[in-house]
């Protein structure tokens, strides 16, 4: 069975970074179209940025500019760099993997990203 784990989530002051890595573990990890998701309370779970497994990316609007996402395929893992933080990007940040042909989709446990002063 596949598994995603995500880490390096926590508390952040406004204008701060944080780095969020998703390790996946029993998959062809390079494969896999992989994603980077956020739900806020109250709120539902929102696509923050995406990388296929030919490297191409998109980003959130809200996003655009302050986060990158990147891909080792090598350490089976997905990057998600996060600066100029904003309480608005507060939220459980989940890692998704797509296989697309086969309609194969997973996810993470998430982890939390809180930004408060």
């Known amino acids: 069975q596949v598994q995603l784990v995500e880490s390096g989530g926590g508390l952040v002051q406004p204008g701060g970074s944080l780095r969020l890595s998703c390790a996946g573990t029993?998959?062809?990890?390079?494969?896999?179209?992989m994603g980077w998701y956020r739900q806020a309370p109250g709120k539902q779970r929102e696509l923050v940025a995406g990388?296929?497994?030919?490297?191409?990316?998109n980003y959130a609007d809200s996003v655009n500019g302050r986060f990158t996402v990147s891909r080792d395929n090598a350490k089976n893992t997905v990057y998600l760099q996060m600066d100029s933080l904003k309480p608005e990007d507060t939220g459980v940040y989940y890692c998704?993997?797509?296989?697309?042909?086969?309609?194969?989709?997973?996810w993470g446990q998430g982890t939390q990203v809180t930004v408060s002063s």
């Open positions: 990388i296929t497994r030919g490297r191409r990316t």
């Open positions: 029993r998959m062809i990890f390079g494969i896999y179209d």
């Open positions: 998704n993997a797509n296989w697309t042909e086969m309609n194969f989709a997973y």
